[in-house]
C-alpha cells in the first residue's frame, strides 16, 4: 500500500508539488534525497501525535460474545517518514532523482520492453514472495539507471522494501578500503548480500581482476542462496548467438565477422565469467537495448547548447546539476 494521497483526501484538490504523493525527491549534491512534502508535514489525521486509535472487534469467549476495543497504532505519517529516511540510505544518483516509469521515454520497441519489464517488476513486487529481477543492457545514456531508480523508488517509498543500489567500481574500491582496515570481504559484503533488493549498476565494468571476479562471485551466490532480489545494469551486451552466427565456412573473414569478434570481447559473459552470468539468467528476466538507441545525455546536452534560455528557472536548475 502507498503513501499517497492521504494528505490530499481532505482536500478536493491534489498538491501541485507532489502529486499526492506526499513526498518528492530531488537532487541534493550528487545525491538523489526524498523528503515529506510541505503540504504533508503537519499531519491532518493524528494532528502530530504520531499514532493512531484503531477500532478491534474479536470474540474472546463464546459468552460475552464479540467485543469492540481500541488499540493504539502508528499513524501514517510515521511510516511515511521512515521510508523516506530509508530511501535516502539507498544511495541512488542525483542524475536520477526526476526518474519515473512515466518520465521514461521509449524511442524503440526494446526501450518500450525495458520500461513495461521495470513498471511490472516493482508494481507486482511480492513482499513475502521470491522475487525475479531485471537486467537492461545496452548503450550510454538510455535510461538504464533511470528505470533502476523508479523501480526501487517506488519500491521503498510506496512499499516499505529494503533496498540499496551500489554502482560497481565504488563497491569494489569500498571492499578494497575495508580490506585496508582490516575487514573480511564477508563482512562488507554482509549487509548487500542481505538487503531485499539490490541494485548493481555498470556491472561488467572494472578491471576483470581476480579480487574483482571473486566479490562478485560471494555477493551473487549469496543473494541467490538467500532467495533474494537483484537488479543488474550493463553496458555489455547479452547476446552471443546472434553476433556470432555470420562465420563464413571458408575461413575468410569478412569485416563484419572482424567485428563480431571485437564484440565478444564486449560479452557480458566474458567479463564476468560463465558462473557469474549463468545464475544472472537464473535470477533475471533481460532486455538489450540496441546500439543505435539514443543517448538521453547527450541529445540532452544538444538541444541545451545552441539556444541557452535567458536566466530564468532552466538556467537556475542546470547550474545545480
Ligand atoms: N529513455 C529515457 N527517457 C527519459 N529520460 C532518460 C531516458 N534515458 C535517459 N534519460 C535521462 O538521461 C540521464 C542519463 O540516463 P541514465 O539512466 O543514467 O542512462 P544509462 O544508465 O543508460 O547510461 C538521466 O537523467 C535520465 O533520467
Ligand atoms: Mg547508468
Ligand atoms: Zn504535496
Ligand atoms: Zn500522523
Same mark, same amino acid.
Given at each position: 500500500m502507498g503513501l499517497g494521497m492521504t494528505a490530499s483526501k481532505a482536500s478536493a484538490e491534489v498538491c501541485g508539488e507532489c502529486r499526492g504523493k506526499?513526498?518528492?525527491?530531488?537532487?541534493?549534491?550528487?545525491?538523489?534525497?526524498?523528503?515529506?512534502?510541505?503540504?504533508?508535514?503537519?499531519?491532518?489525521?493524528?494532528?502530530?501525535?504520531?499514532y493512531v486509535y484503531e477500532e478491534r472487534e474479536q470474540s474472546f469467549s463464546a459468552k460475552?460474545?464479540?467485543?469492540?476495543?481500541?488499540? =493504539?497504532?502508528?499513524?501514517?505519517?510515521? !511510516?511515511?517518514? #521512515?521510508?523516506?529516511?530509508?530511501?535516502? *540510505?539507498?544511495?541512488? $544518483?542525483?542524475?536520477?532523482?526526476?526518474?519515473?516509469?512515466?518520465?521514461y521515454r521509449a524511442f524503440n520497441e526494446a526501450q518500450d520492453r525495458a520500461r513495461s519489464l521495470a513498471k511490472h517488476f516493482a508494481l507486482r513486487f511480492d513482499k513475502a514472495g521470491v522475487n525475479k529481477g531485471f537486467i537492461l543492457s545496452g548503450p550510454v545514456g538510455t535510461g538504464k539507471t533511470h528505470l533502476m531508480a523508479a523501480s526501487l523508488s517506488h519500491l521503498v517509498l510506496e512499499m516499505g522494501v529494503q533496498?540499496?543500489?551500489?554502482?560497481?567500481? =565504488?563497491?569494489?574500491?569500498?571492499?578494497? !578500503?575495508?580490506? #585496508?582496515?582490516?575487514?573480511?570481504?564477508? *563482512?562488507?559484503?554482509? $549487509?548487500?548480500?542481505?538487503?531485499?533488493?539490490?541494485?548493481?549498476?555498470?556491472?561488467?565494468?572494472?578491471?576483470?581482476?581476480?579480487?574483482?571476479?571473486?566479490?562478485?562471485?560471494e555477493l551473487i551466490a549469496r543473494r541467490y542462496n538467500a532467495g533474494k532480489t537483484t537488479l543488474f545494469a550493463t553496458n555489455y551486451s547479452l547476446e552471443p548467438e546472434r553476433r556470432s552466427a555470420r562465420a563464413t565456412p571458408s575461413g575468410y573473414r569478412t569485416t563484419e565477422d572482424a567485428k563480431s569478434t571485437l564484440r565478444e570481447a564486449e560479452l557480458l559473459r566474458e567479463r564476468v565469467g560463465e558462473r557469474i552470468y549463468s545464475r544472472l539468467c537464473e535470477m533475471c528476466d533481460f532486455v538489450e537495448l540496441p546500439k543505435e538507441t539514443p543517448d538521453q545525455r547527450r541529445m540532452r546536452q544538444e538541444l541545451e547548447r545552441p539556444a541557452p534560455p535567458p536566466g530564468g528557472m532552466r538556467a537556475g536548475r542546470r547550474a545545480s546539476e
Open positions: 506526499t513526498y518528492v525527491i530531488d537532487r541534493r549534491g550528487d545525491r538523489a534525497q526524498a523528503r515529506v512534502c510541505a503540504c504533508s508535514a503537519r499531519c491532518g489525521v493524528c494532528e502530530g501525535r504520531g460475552v460474545g464479540p467485543k469492540r476495543y481500541e488499540v =493504539l497504532v502508528e499513524c501514517v505519517c510515521q !511510516r511515511r517518514a #521512515q521510508r523516506v529516511t530509508h530511501f535516502n *540510505e539507498v544511495g541512488l $544518483p542525483g542524475v536520477v532523482a526526476h526518474a519515473s516509469f512515466d518520465s533496498a540499496r543500489y551500489v554502482e560497481i567500481s =565504488l563497491l569494489y574500491s569500498t571492499i578494497r !578500503r575495508g580490506f #585496508q582496515e582490516g575487514k573480511s570481504g564477508g *563482512e562488507i559484503i554482509g $549487509p548487500l548480500s542481505e538487503v531485499e533488493v539490490l541494485a548493481i549498476d555498470e556491472l561488467g565494468k572494472g578491471r576483470g581482476s581476480q579480487f574483482e571476479m571473486e566479490t562478485m562471485d
